[in-house]
């Protein structure tokens, strides 16, 4: 097994947009993390899927769907999701189609951090850096704050940054 250090560099890997790559690493990494956590296995294939939609290889893209996430449409929870996928091919501008989203860095991210937080469970290690665990409690403790006191509330994160 790879050492933190070597989880950071291919967490970094990870985020340049290769999901095959990704697929790749992940397996040298943990072998079994996506035999056993097929949702994310569902999530990466479906995001090359869109990479290769997006770069107008459809030829290549239903290729790969037939291949890759045909086996998911046996499982009723992913047959939606395939749907959403596949009604991208039916457009020239997929970016302009109802599924946009699934184009979106925002979608690209959201695979990306759950790949990672997945590694890192798998390895051991904490999910979320303490700074993240930091602003998420701050972010509650605000909103709450912000609930009970309104306006009035006694504590402020951005006069507490600016001081």
């Known amino acids: 097994m790879k050492q933190p250090?070597?989880?950071?560099?291919?967490?970094?890997?990870?985020?340049?947009g290769n999901t095959l790559k990704a697929i790749e690493l992940t397996e040298q990494l943990a072998h079994d993390l996506l035999e056993k956590n097929q949702d994310l296995h569902f999530d990466l294939l479906s995001l090359h899927f869109v990479e290769l939609?997006?770069?107008?290889?459809?030829t290549e893209a239903l290729e790969f769907a037939q291949t890759k996430?045909?086996?998911?449409?046996?499982?009723?929870?992913?047959?939606?999701?395939?749907?959403?996928?596949?009604?991208?091919?039916?457009?020239?501008?997929?970016?302009?189609?109802p599924m946009f989203h699934l184009l979106s860095l925002e979608y690209k991210q959201h695979v990306a951090e759950s790949l990672n937080r997945a590694i890192l469970a798998h390895a051991n290690l904490p999910s979320?850096?303490?700074?993240?665990?930091?602003?998420q409690q701050i972010t509650v403790v605000t909103q709450f704050l912000n609930q009970e006191f309104g306006k009035d509330s006694p504590f402020s994160l951005k006069?507490?940054?600016?001081?």
């Open 5 to 16: 250090a070597d989880y950071l560099e291919d967490m970094e890997k990870r985020k340049q």
């Open 53 to 58: 939609v997006s770069a107008k290889k459809c």
């Open 69 to 97: 996430l045909t086996p998911f449409g046996k499982v009723q929870k992913y047959v939606e999701k395939l749907e959403d996928f596949m009604a991208l091919l039916a457009y020239e501008e997929p970016e302009k189609s």
């Open 128 to 135: 979320y850096s303490a700074m993240e665990r930091l602003i």
């Open 159 to 163: 006069d507490f940054l600016k001081s």
